[in-house]
């Protein structure tokens, strides 16, 4: 799977947005790239994911650039619930890796009042 | 309430012995997971299952043994082969092996002295 590489710790203003780069630049053309924090001692929660165009749901957006090289997770409107270490994973889905994920040490982000 | 549960949230062990971590869904996934945490860094897979009856090593499965009898349980046994089984022990599950997120349970602190 590619290597992805993130910021160790960011911090952000509570109801500011978030934005949380990750660096792919030696993902595949069917990687796909996921999203997951994990508060302090909890399972980790799915965030989000996608291939190639931006996506959005209830709880973040994930825009990948265009050569697919590097992605940016937003939480528009951070809150401090929103304080956790945000993972970003890159994954293909073929043979013997079907359903693997492979954590890194992630960004702790920190959001203060 | 649909979810992951393990049990216990902690556990404490002395050297030598074997212990079991229990993991059970009310998802309906077919595929679980077992993954590991140390202090400070990401997830490594134990095992994995894909189906009931089936499973596969992980990156760090020396140590572990697993079962896969019914569709809803996927427990963990950490014999005393396993050199530093002191961790966060992890179980999640998605609805098949393939592009789509894994849900994760609470998690099982497990101390070995």
């Known amino acids: 799977d590619a290597k992805t590489t993130q910021p160790t710790s960011m911090d952000c203003a509570e109801g500011r947005a978030a934005n949380l780069p990750c660096n792919h630049s030696?993902?595949?053309?069917?990687?796909?790239v996921y999203w997951y924090r994990q508060i302090h001692s909890q399972g980790p929660q799915y965030i989000i994911h996608?291939?190639?165009n931006n996506e959005t749901n209830e709880m973040a957006s994930l825009i990948i650039t265009e050569d697919r090289k590097s992605s940016t997770l937003i939480l528009p409107h951070a809150t401090l619930r929103d304080t956790a270490v945000y993972y970003c994973?890159?994954?293909?889905?073929?043979?013997?890796?079907?359903?693997?994920?492979?954590f890194g040490r992630g960004t702790q982000l920190t959001v203060w009042p | 309430d649909g979810g992951i549960t393990q049990s216990p949230k902690y556990l404490f062990r002395k050297e030598g012995q074997n212990v079991t971590l229990s993991c059970e869904q009310n998802?309906?996934?077919?595929?679980m997971y077992w993954y590991r945490q140390d202090p400070g860094q990401g997830l490594r897979l134990i095992y994995y299952s894909q189906i009931v009856n089936d499973f596969q090593k992980g990156d760090i499965a020396e140590g572990y043994s697993v079962s896969r009898e019914k569709k809803e349980s996927f427990p963990l046994t950490v014999t005393s082969a396993q050199k530093n089984p002191t961790a966060f022990y992890l179980c999640?599950?998605?609805?098949?092996?393939?592009?789509?997120?894994?849900?994760f349970g609470p998690g099982t602190r497990l101390t070995v002295t």
């Open positions: 996608g291939l190639k």
């Open positions: 030696t993902i595949s053309g069917n990687e796909y």
């Open positions: 994973i890159v994954r293909v889905d073929r043979g013997s890796t079907l359903g693997r994920l492979y």
């Open positions: 999640a599950s998605s609805k098949r092996a393939g592009p789509v997120e894994q849900y």
């Open positions: 998802l309906n996934h077919d595929a």
